[in-house]
Nanobody
Framework: QVQLVESGGGLVEAGGSLRLSCAAY????????AGWFRQAPGKEREFVTS????????FYADSVKGRFIISKDSAWNTVFLQMNSLKAEDTAVYYC???????????????WGPGTQVTVAS
């Protein structure tokens, strides 16, 4: 089993930056891909970005390309999401997710954190 815990959410003005962290506990050897999804009020959860264990493979949603950067520590215990040039439409609950396969599809991720709120004030 793997437990994921997000941190770093909060309130920021449009144009500002936030850095989210996702700490993984347990059998991290089971994980080959980790990423972030988000769910805005009244909308379905959507893919944001993901990174492979080696760091050589990353995926980004078109809506965040050039603004968000995903990274990881060398021990594969923590994944980070640097969010720059934030917009009001980035407001959502951000979820960390992890799984065995490279994917942007939600149901391919087996492990999920409880989520952290990001609010961008326009």
């Amino acid at each position: 089993q793997v437990q994921l815990v997000e941190s770093g959410g909060g309130l920021v003005e449009a144009g500002g930056s936030l850095r989210l962290s996702c700490a993984a506990y347990g059998r991290t050897s089971d994980i080959n891909m980790a990423g972030w999804f988000r769910q805005a009020p009244g909308k379905e959860r959507e893919f944001v970005t993901s990174i492979s264990r080696s760091g050589s493979t990353t995926f980004y949603a078109d809506s965040v390309k050039g603004r968000f950067i995903i990274s990881k520590d060398s021990a594969w215990n923590t994944v980070f999401l640097q969010m720059n040039s934030l917009k009001a439409e980035d407001t959502a609950v951000y979820y960390c997710a992890a799984g065995r396969f490279a994917s942007i599809v939600e149901n391919q991720y087996e492990y999920w954190g409880p989520g952290t709120q990001v609010t961008v004030a326009s």
